[in-house]
DNA sequence: AAAAACAAGTTTAGTATATAAACTAAAAAC
DNA sequence: GTTTTTAGTTTATATACTAAACTTGTTTTT
């Protein structure tokens, strides 16, 4: 129960700090420095090579109005362009311009680099248990998420 | 390589997934609701029996500032209390009042439901690796965070 | 001991990110 | 063909933060 007790401060410990790394502003490509939203945005509609509003607001885990403002920020610094659909004209894809594929490109870069990184802590079969573990929680957390 | 993208994926998704558990207010104890940085605050006093408010700031990764800010709201709230320090005039000493201590005990009680929730999705062989590779990263980001 | 430097905390103005609710317009259902 | 649903936007508001100026109290320097 001690053992337990803290084990589970590390792994708060270890969400704080992960969460920090992410918290200020950094330059992505050539896009110029972007905020953690709109990284996450771009990161988000690079790795669908683009999708509509909706399930972009989904996807990020915000309401659409959320979506529409970042959405708007990013189309006027021109990382982003949005065309409504000619099947459904209520609907608006939202694409990576080069420079936002510049910044996307960039940030997966710096995430790999960072897992890697992380990587290089662990013997072979802890990043084999490690990752299966990871795999096992995201499946049980999506399940819960549905009840 | 394809294993490796496919991990850092399900470790982002991961994240994601434990950030959006805890972006809602919630009630605790018999405090009422509390924002997540509300009872991160509380959280912090609690495991500590009480600090100066630069130290709580640190703990929390924020600047003095913003510390005031939430630390007003919470002694408004009557959920702490701030004394300044007999020794040095100048510290103020933060310390959780009855209700607050019952918040700190509600979330900490919920923390680790849920974290033994997490646990029961491995065996005791991944529950052990698991935690030493959280503890091995935590002990890595605090170092890097020093260079 | 007086002046300068530093430290603890607060205040203020501004920014980023979000929600909720009202809204417009198009598509689907009946 | 009217009603309902869906896609997205707008607007007003809230939260949480930073940076910088500031106040006050404590050290350090000389």
Excluded: W
Aim: net charge positive.
């Amino acid at each position: 129960m001690n053992k337990s007790k803290s084990s589970i401060e590390h792994f708060g410990k270890f969400l704080f700090q992960l969460q920090q790394l992410e918290k200020k502003p950094l330059v992505f490509g050539n896009a110029g420095k972007l905020t953690p939203s709109e990284i996450h945005m771009i990161d988000a509609i690079g790795a669908d090579g683009g999708l509509f509003m909706s399930a972009l607001a989904k996807r990020l885990g915000v309401t659409k109005g959320a979506a529409t403002q970042m959405a708007a920020r990013l189309e006027q610094k021109q990382l982003i362009v949005r065309q409504t659909s000619p099947a459904d004209s209520r609907s608006v894809l939202v694409t990576l311009t080069a420079v936002g594929r510049d910044a996307f490109f960039a940030h997966k870069r710096l995430h790999e680099q960072f897992y890697m990184e992380l990587r290089e802590q662990l013997d072979d079969q802890e990043i084999a248990i490690f990752e299966s573990c990871i795999f096992k929680l995201t499946q049980y957390l999506r399940e819960k998420s549905k009840e």
